[in-house]
């Protein structure tokens, strides 16, 4: 897979360290690109130029790679990148940095963002995942499809502990994806038995998240509080 970063901060060269570990190619933009930049990710190839140009995007052969991820500080940079990939260069699909969670609003489809990321949201739903049991905790959004990934720690009392997974009826556009189960990740099948703490992961829509937390645990809450932003 090809992968062209924009923004070579310390959030983009860690993102092209962790790529480039998993043997895909990765091309870094900055225009603050030097010599000194470029040795704490030799591996990765790179482009000394302003992402926001056409002409930058041309070199950087936008037209050919299989992700932008906009990781600057900027946000408007990050729109901007996001916008050009998609209707400039038809690339597949768009990861953008969110900075200010208060512009978390804007990183949608209609600025070509296909999965928005925002650092304190994911960090908050981090801390969640690991200290609640029995809420649901959504860990992030897929802009463009409209979904969301959301976790529950299986409460005790839920009266899905010790049922098999194919008598599980789930509610409208949610699919469980995976379990974790003493730290060891599990695919589920119609035949698995759920566990009291089994960390469950769901991807499902936004208007069944409520159905979905009271159906495993009933009680928890009357309603999940929405975003704000």
């Known amino acids: 897979m090809r992968v062209v970063i924009a923004g070579a901060g310390s959030v983009g060269r860690s993102i092209a360290r962790e ?10 933009i900055d225009k603050s690109a030097d010599e000194s930049a ?19 995007l041309n070199e950087a052969g936008l037209s050919d790679c299989d992700v932008v991820v906009a990781a600057t500080g900027d946000d408007k940079v990050n729109l901007v990148v996001s916008l050009l990939a998609k209707t400039e260069f038809g690339v597949p699909r768009t990861v953008a940095r969110v900075n200010n969670p208060k512009n978390e609003w804007m990183f949608d ?12 949201r994911l960090m908050t739903a981090l801390v969640e995942e690991a200290v609640t049991v029995g809420d649901l905790v959504r860990i992030f959004e897929f802009r463009k499809g409209h979904a969301s990934m959301v976790e529950m720690t299986l409460p005790a009392n839920s009266p899905f502990v010790a049922g098999r997974l194919g008598d599980l009826v789930l509610p409208p556009d949610t699919v ?3 379990i974790i189960r003493d730290q060891i990740p599990i695919a589920p099948s119609p035949d ?6 089994d ?28 975003d704000e932003d």
């Open 199 to 226: 960390e469950l992961l769901f991807i499902t829509a936004p208007e069944s998240e409520d159905e979905l937390e009271n159906m495993l645990s009933p009680g928890q809450r009357v309603k999940r509080p929405r």
């Open 192 to 197: 698995d038995t759920l566990e009291a703490h």
């Open 109 to 120: 489809e209609a600025w070509g963002v296909d999965v928005a990321v925002s650092t304190p």
């Open 19 to 28: 790529l480039l570990y998993n043997t895909h190619s990765v091309l870094l």
């Open 176 to 178: 469980l994806v995976g």
């Open 38 to 56: 470029m040795r704490r990710v030799p591996e990765a190839n790179w482009l000394a130029a302003d992402a926001c140009e056409i002409d930058a």
